[in-house]
């Protein structure tokens, strides 16, 4: 709400009246006392009277209320745009009603949906405006053209398709995925890493790397859960790493699906994670340099890579660099930087479950230990073998035998 006060200079500077409540100095200037989109008690310009500042009052309001939805005054005074939400304000209500969700996913969901609105044109302003097969072509083209993988460019649609969701009754719309045709990105099957891979990467890694990277491939954990570890998951007398979401409300950290589990520690990782313990006065196990968790392993492990002389060489990709109004998209080849696709965290989590397959442990431990919600998921996760030893070989010979011509 907007209210006019006179301004004027007293005995220990300026001051402020609120109009109405006694007479008005002589030689005051009256000024609307209003609050802005973005929140922010503003000031207007003097007028010389109150009744002219109270004229202005009622302007400065209706532009006030316009700017808070993203409309011009004449939008918000139209009466045909009685009703309609204004995209603004459903992102808006989109990210309050998911702001319980993992910070991780807030920052996506708000990466994508300001994309959306820095790249919409200006006749796109209401929900239902976007729910054509036009708006969301047009945003489509836009995340082409700025070269995004196929994966992001999906994300990032099915952030908007659910937005709109939430307005069905409002657009009509109720399946506003079926209005386009997104790039279908090629489903990779996760390859488990070899030894030699393992050997190759832990030989370039210092002492913290190697507990991180090692943690990772001794637990199978997502990389959640590995920032959010804390000393308080790990039971030194059990050997087993709780994953868990008690005690961490102030991040938003829950377990996927919502389900806890025990994993239990190899004797290495036990008896590294004792002595980090000795030292360690964090309430996490794994932090960056300001103290907090690290939520950077991914960054750091591509970079591991290419120490390691593991990239591909062949894959581009395009990065935004510069800082500020500097900042500009930038093609890049795994050749010469840290950005190879062959290289990512769950790799390692699929060589962990690989691994204990072929150490003997049960299936149904494994499925446990990495979380699935059945055991259909954990068989297709589990990598198929790459490497013939001469048990296996001796092994396929024999079913050979027995099924060729006679």
């Known amino acids: 709400m907007a209210s006019v006060y ?40 003097p007028f010389n009277t109150p009744q002219e500042a ?16 993203g409309l011009t005054v004449a939008e918000f005074q139209d009466i045909t745009n009685a009703g309609r939400t204004t995209l603004k304000v459903a992102v808006e209500r989109f990210l309050k009603l998911h702001r319980n969700d993992r910070p991780k996913t807030i920052q996506q969901y708000e990466n994508a949906l300001n994309s959306l609105l820095g790249n919409l ?20 083209e836009t995340l082409e053209r700025d070269e995004y993988a196929k994966k992001t460019i999906e994300t990032r649609m099915g952030i908007v398709f659910s937005l709109l969701k939430g ?17 279908e990105p090629v489903q990779k099957r996760a390859k488990a890493y070899s030894n030699e891979e393992i050997a190759k990467l832990f030989e370039v890694m210092n002492a913290e790397e190697k507990l991180r990277y090692l943690f990772f491939l001794h637990t199978g954990c997502r990389e959640q859960e590995v920032t959010y570890a804390t000393w308080d998951d790990v039971d030194f007398r059990q050997r087993k790493f709780h994953v868990t979401g008690d005690g961490k409300q102030d991040v938003n950290f829950v377990p996927k699906n919502h389900e806890e589990r025990w994993i239990p520690l190899t004797t290495e990782l036990y008896e590294l994670l004792k002595e980090r313990k000795s030292k360690s006065m964090t309430r996490w196990i794994f932090i960056n340099e300001d103290g907090k968790p690290e939520g950077h392993f991914l960054r750091k492990f591509k970079a591991i890579a290419k120490k390691a002389g593991l990239n591909c060489g062949h894959c581009k990709t395009t990065m935004t660099e510069g800082k500020y109004h500097a900042r500009k998209r930038t093609k890049v080849s795994c050749a010469i930087r840290p950005v190879c696709e062959k290289h990512y965290l769950h790799r390692l989590r699929k060589t962990c479950a690989t691994r204990w397959l072929r150490s003997g442990i049960n299936l149904m431990d494994i ?10 998921v954990t068989q297709i996760y589990l990598a198929d073998s790459e490497h013939i030893d001469s048990h296996m070989q001796a092994r396929l ?10």
């Open 6 to 45: 006179a301004r004027f200079r007293g005995s220990e500077g300026w001051e402020y009246q609120k109009v109405g409540r006694g007479r008005p100095p002589k030689n005051a200037k009256f000024h609307v006392r209003f609050t802005d989109a973005q929140g922010r008690r503003r000031w207007s310009q």
């Open 54 to 69: 109270e004229k202005n009052a009622s302007g400065v309001a209706v532009a006030t209320q316009a700017a808070s939805q």
């Open 121 to 140: 044109p200006n006749s796109v302003r209401f929900v239902k405006d976007l729910a054509t097969a036009d708006a969301l072509d047009t945003y489509l």
């Open 167 to 183: 307005f069905i009754r409002e657009t009509g719309v109720q399946h506003p995925s079926k209005l386009v045709s997104l790039p």
């Open 367 to 376: 499925r446990t230990w990495l979380g699935h919600a059945s055991l259909a």
């Open 397 to 406: 010979d024999s079913a050979g035998r027995h099924a060729g011509p006679k």
